[in-house]
């Protein structure tokens, strides 16, 4: 099992950027999907950005589209979300996550995905 560790969040103005960073314990993780997700209290979790295990095809939500941006860094083993022109929607608690399943196409569906950070919270104010 893929340990995942989230971190870079924190409290930023609206307009403002951040970069999450999630780190993962081992190098297995440079062949799975990964993706970035957010949940609100009260609210289900949503799928944000995803990268395929190749590192060539990504996937965002609408919401995101064109403010953040997802890459990895397989010599790090570490995934990365920046995010810019932040608004107060963006608040939550944004997680990590792996799909081992790399046979089927990469989705943000966040049901198809196996292995989870703890999160880390953002914070937009307006």
């Known amino acids: 099992q893929v340990r995942l560790m989230e971190s870079g969040g924190g409290s930023v103005q609206a307009g403002g950027s951040l970069r999450l960073s999630c780190a993962a314990s081992?190098?297995?993780?440079?062949?799975?999907?990964m993706g970035w997700f957010r949940q609100v209290p009260g609210k289900e979790r949503e799928g944000v950005a995803v990268?395929?295990?190749?590192?060539?095809?990504?996937e965002y939500a609408d919401s995101v589209k064109g403010r953040f941006t997802i890459s990895r860094d397989n010599a790090k083993n570490t995934l990365y979300l920046q995010m810019t022109s932040l608004k107060s929607e963006d608040t939550a608690m944004y997680y990590c996550?792996?799909?081992?399943?790399?046979?089927?196409?990469?989705?943000?569906?966040?049901?198809?995905?196996?292995?989870w950070g703890q999160g880390t919270q953002v914070t937009v104010s307006s």
């Open positions: 996550a792996a799909d081992r399943e790399i046979w089927r196409r990469m989705t943000l569906s966040p049901t198809e995905y196996d292995d």
């Open positions: 081992e190098a297995t993780y440079n062949t799975y999907h």
């Open positions: 990268l395929d295990s190749g590192g060539w095809a990504s």
